[in-house]
T-cell receptor
Framework: GQNIDQPTEMTATEGAIVQINCTYQ??????LFWYQQHAGEAPTFLSY????GLEEKGRFSSFLSRSKGYSYLLLKELQMKDSASYLCAQFNQAGTALIFGKGTTLSVSS | DVKVTQSSRYLVKRTGEKVFLECVQDMDHENMFWYRQDPGLGLRLIYF???????EKGDIPEGYSVSREKKERFSLILESASTNQTSMYLC?????????????FGPGTRLLVL
């Protein structure tokens, strides 16, 4: 099956910058998603990268390198409310549904 | 804003019961999905549908069936609930065109099977 790997847990302090990495299978690639999920809630869409490079959206940026099968989510000026699980996802080989990584739980402390 | 709703936030059922989980979206999306989410396993796709009355198996369809009689509604059915189906169930929908569109999730149903 498709393997999407991301760290299980990360910790950081308010105001800091954190980078959450994701590696994925490159065959049949059709874009990479990042979702945020607060405990007990549904995942919410953060970003979708299809082309190489960095895309910035406010405090959050997402980077993609298709040749390396690598993406990262960069969170700047961390706030307590950023404590959540961050899910990396890509389409399956058929392009019909998303395959998710197991998520990275980020804990932001004061 | 896309709105995906699920019939229950929390549900408790007994082993052997037939369970219906309902999902409704209000954005005229063609595609709808059912996932389950378990600690350490992440989100796994159960079934999806790309049109009314159409359905496709995901990665873990065993023990489940689905129904899509209307475009806005996608139901997940547990024919005979078992304890290993205790989980968080998440419905999602995505827009028109191909299946390769951003998926929007409902709030989830936390099911406990005793």
């Amino acid at each position: 099956g498709q393997n999407i790997d991301q760290p299980t847990e990360m910790t950081a302090t308010e105001g800091a910058i954190v980078q959450i990495n994701c590696t994925y299978q490159t065959s049949g690639f059709n874009g990479l998603f990042w979702y945020q999920q607060h405990a007990g809630e549904a995942p919410t869409f953060l970003s979708y990268n299809v082309l190489d490079g960095l895309e910035e959206k406010g405090r959050f940026s997402s980077f993609l390198s298709r040749s390396k099968g690598y993406s990262y989510l960069l969170l700047k000026e961390l706030q307590m409310k950023d404590s959540a699980s961050y899910l990396c996802a890509q389409f399956n080989q058929a392009g019909t549904a998303l395959i998710f990584g197991k998520g990275t739980t980020l804990s932001v402390s004061s | 804003d896309v709105k995906v709703t699920q019939s229950s936030r929390y549900l408790v059922k007994r082993t052997g019961e037939k369970v219906f989980l309902e999902c409704v979206q209000d954005m005229d999306h063609e595609n709808m999905f059912w996932y389950r989410q378990d600690p350490g396993l992440g989100l796994r796709l159960i079934y999806f549908s790309y049109d009314v009355k159409m359905k496709e198996k995901g990665d873990i369809p065993e023990g489940y069936s689905v129904s899509r009689e209307k475009k806005e509604r996608f139901s997940l059915i547990l024919e005979s609930a078992s304890t290993n189906q205790t989980s968080m169930y998440l419905c999602a929908s995505s827009g028109t065109g191909t299946l390769q569109e951003t998926q929007y999730f409902g709030p989830g149903t936390r099911l406990l099977v005793l």
